[in-house]
């Protein structure tokens, strides 16, 4: 079974200062991990992905994500959040191989000007 | 048209009516999704398809009935739905093969739906 859990439903912080972003994960198998970001009114965007490359993934727009087997994390950072990163965050889990995302419950950034 | 795109953006439909709703994918992919979107909740996969196959129906109510007449186009056909139906339908597709799935799904902009 697979499942992600965002320790945050809700994250607040000032722009230009760092931004993290909480997610453990549960698979009984090899995982894929995402990070898919959500803007008002729009769709759903990958800003990153883990597939049993390297453990620390560096994505879109500034953001990285580094997978801790041990820890079964897989948290967002970015060492300077803009007020454009003001939006919804998912992590996503997927056996390596199979078609389907289990999403987590979405954190929600917003940035203080 | 780039991506995967949907039609409409919004609809606002009664509990008798019937509607459906359309999703384009531009990318070449071979597999395609619907999923519901509800406030304060994961997002629900709905249907799969795979190479216009329906592989996975995650206990939907037969008010929503999907097509996919080929790789590139994926429909979800409405008819008296509920108010708790209301939510934005995402759609996403994907790029499958045999041996090894490249489960990154892009995703549409979605259907923002309100059911009176």
């Known amino acids: 079974a697979q499942s992600v859990t965002q320790l945050d439903s809700h994250v607040s912080v000032s722009e230009g200062t760092p931004v993290l972003l909480r997610c453990n994960y549960s698979s009984s198998y090899s995982p894929s991990l995402f990070w898919y970001v959500q803007h008002p009114n729009k769709g759903l965007q990958l800003l990153l992905k883990?597939?049993?490359?390297?453990?620390l993934v560096k994505g879109i727009n500034g953001f990285e994500a580094e997978f801790k087997k041990s820890e079964t994390s897989f948290h967002l950072t970015k060492p300077s959040a803009h007020m454009s990163d003001a939006a919804e965050y998912f992590c996503v889990v997927s056996q390596t191989g199979a078609n389907n995302l289990f999403f987590g419950t979405g954190t929600r950034l917003t940035v203080i000007p | 048209e780039t991506g995967v795109t949907q039609t409409p953006r919004h609809l606002v439909m009664g509990m008798t009516n019937k509607k459906s709703l359309k999703c384009e994918q531009h990318?070449?992919?071979?597999?395609m999704y619907w999923y519901k979107q509800s406030a304060k909740k994961p997002l629900e996969l709905m249907f799969v398809?795979?190479?216009?196959?329906?592989?996975e129906n995650n206990s939907v109510p037969s008010r929503f009935s999907p097509e996919c007449p080929n790789s590139s186009h994926l429909f979800l056909h409405l008819h008296t739905l509920q108010p708790e139906d209301s939510a934005l339908y995402l759609c996403?597709?994907?790029?499958?093969?045999?041996?090894?799935?490249?489960?990154?799904?892009?995703f549409g902009p979605g259907t923002r739906l309100t059911v009176l």
């Open positions: 996403a597709s994907s790029q499958v093969t045999l041996r090894f799935s490249y489960n990154e799904q892009f």
């Open positions: 990318l070449g992919h071979n597999a």
């Open positions: 883990y597939t049993s490359a390297a453990t």
């Open positions: 398809y795979n190479f216009k196959e329906q592989t």
